[in-house]
């Protein structure tokens, strides 16, 4: 195989938002409007999240991050607390407990799935465990089925963490119908945008009125919850919340892209399944395996490199990738690795399954506005790398 560096002149992101000009469009006529903040932009912008998955309830946030941290606070999560949550996920998976005064313990992922394994999380639980964390981890469901079961068993809280499946579906029912809350992320990767923002969606109307208070001071005008009434200038805090709230702008903005969404997914899987078609037949790449439940909408493709096969692996086949200008990552470093985390004495948590994925994981450049050439580009120089790396 002759070894011709493809000619990309840009590096190729590994995410990426899609803008139009009816998005654009959407921002700047709240701009020109009487509300810029929880004005009825938020409300259109809850309603299109909730019905679209199929739940009740939906409360906006400021980001996906501080929307996990209401639905800990929803929970009744507090310190002395624990709450399971896999090693492989973005910080905020874990953060948001420690927010609340609460310990995350870090049950091993699967190594086909890369989820949270079922079992490992049922043998977490202790006489402390008050939520569970499950994460969507690339937009494949986690098999939330046999997680809500195990909760319900030891009354547990379900959090899912469903920041990168947007559009997904487990036994053909949208991701946001199984947990107790769920937790959608509109970051700029995410499968639609509203520039920083999070949802969560419940049908449970407990957690929806805390989540609320949460999101503005625990600050509250409800007769039924207020201890007096001094006029109609008067509320009460209740709760100690934060200012999480999204502004108009940004509602605006996400409401516009979740009419895009499905055909964003459409693009997704279109640009997986080639992914995989390229890939499957070479030894040593490891695609990702699909659980029959699942129907992902792939936010990530992670293509692991087996370490035998390949001299120096997948930290080799980063820099060629690199060097080429397609924009691979690695998604994630298991958190209880960070330092902040090992001061907290997380340093001998056993997780290998979860090690032998951080190994050997490598992110491919994955989003709705690539073009088929951009696509062709990353196989091809995939390929390439790997033909060179087994020759060394
Ligand atoms: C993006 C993300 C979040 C939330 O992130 P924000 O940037 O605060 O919206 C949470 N969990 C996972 C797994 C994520 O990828």
């Known amino acids: 195989m002759e070894t011709t560096r493809i000619a990309r002149t840009a590096m190729l992101p590994y995410g990426k938002q899609a803008i139009d000009e009816d998005d654009i469009q959407a921002v700047v006529d709240v701009l020109r409007s009487d509300f810029i903040t929880q004005g009825p932009a938020i409300d259109r912008f809850e309603r299109k999240v909730a019905d679209y998955v199929g739940a009740r309830y939906a409360v906006a946030f400021c980001n996906g991050t501080a929307a996990l941290h209401a639905a800990c606070f929803a ?11 896999t090693p492989i996920t973005f910080l905020a998976s874990s953060n948001c407990a420690l927010y609340m005064g609460a310990r995350p313990v870090f049950a091993d992922i699967k190594l086909d799935t890369y989820n949270i394994d079922p079992d490992r999380l049922a043998s977490a639980i ?9 994460v969507d981890f690339t937009g494949q469901p986690v098999e939330i089925d046999r997680i809500t079961k195990i909760a319900q068993d030891h009354g547990l809280v379900v959090i899912q963490d469903a920041a990168h499946s947007l559009g997904a579906t487990y036994s053909g029912r949208k991701v946001g119908q199984y947990a107790d809350m769920t937790m959608f992320s509109f970051h700029p990767v995410k499968h639609v945008t509203s520039g920083e923002g999070g949802v969560i969606v419940t049908d449970n109307e407990h957690y929806y009125k805390q989540l609320q208070l949460f999101r503005s001071h625990g600050m509250t005008r409800d007769a039924a919850l207020m201890q007096q009434n001094d006029g109609p200038w008067y509320y009460e805090m209740i709760e100690l ?11 605006a903005l996400g409401a516009s892209q979740m009419d895009k969404l499905d055909r964003f997914v459409q693009r997704r899987r279109a640009i997986a399944a080639r992914y995989t078609e390229a890939f499957s037949s070479m030894e040593g790449l490891i695609v990702p395996y699909q659980h029959p439940n699942a129907e992902s909408s792939w936010h990530l493709y992670i293509l692991r490199w087996d370490e035998q096969q390949f001299i120096e692996g997948r930290n080799r086949a980063f820099q060629e990738l690199r060097d080429r200008l397609i924009g691979v990552h690695v998604h994630y470093i298991p958190i209880y690795k960070q330092p902040y985390y090992r001061s907290l004495g997380y340093a001998n948590v056993d997780c290998p399954n979860a090690e032998e994925y951080y190994n050997t994981a490598l992110t491919l450049p994955l989003y709705p506005s690539m073009t088929d050439q951009d696509v062709e580009d990353v196989i091809d ?8 790396m087994k020759e060394m």
């Not at 202790?126 to 964390?133: E, G, L, S």
């Not at 995939?382 to 033909?387: H, I, L, M």
């Open 75 to 85: 929970a009744g999560v507090g310190p002395g607390d624990e709450v399971i949550t």
């Open 126 to 134: 202790t006489a402390k465990t008050k939520a569970i964390i499950p």
């Open 241 to 251: 919340g934060y200012n999480f709230r999204m502004t108009d702008m940004q509602a």
């Open 381 to 388: 120089s995939v390929k390439e790398v790997a033909f060179t």
